[in-house]
């Protein structure tokens, strides 16, 4: 079956990183665009970044451009996402996600930036 397994989430003070990666299992991972969404306690999922199969574009939320980048290794059926200098606003739960022939979605992980 399709699974989505997110994994690095934690607890990291205003202004460090954090790397986040994405197993993928159950389907043709190389032809799937991956994206990475976020949602904030009462606030909706929010768009933070997509890499296109093969890995040769990849888009940022205006947000998180220049901080964050997103890429894929589809020998491993991974990708990931290198947040650096973070913000308190970037506290979340982190979904990873495949599009392609269908939708999948990750359980998500955490993500919280504070002092």
């Known amino acids: 079956q399709v699974q989505l397994v997110e994994s690095g989430g934690g607890l990291v003070q205003p202004g460090g990183s954090l790397r986040l990666s994405c197993a993928a299992s159950?389907?043709?991972?190389?032809?799937?665009?991956m994206r990475w969404y976020r949602q904030a306690p009462g606030k909706e999922r929010e768009f933070v970044a997509v890499?296109?199969?093969?890995?040769?574009?990849?888009t940022y939320a205006d947000s998180v451009k220049g901080r964050f980048t997103i890429s894929r290794d589809d020998a491993k059926n991974m990708v990931s996402l290198q947040m650096n200098s973070l913000k308190p606003e970037d506290t979340a739960v982190y979904y990873c996600?495949?599009?392609?022939?269908?939708?999948?979605w990750g359980q998500g992980t955490q993500v919280t930036v504070s002092s």
């Open positions: 890499v296109s199969s093969g890995g040769s574009s990849a």
């Open positions: 159950g389907f043709t991972f190389s032809t799937y665009f």
């Open positions: 996600s495949a599009w392609g022939l269908n939708v999948y």
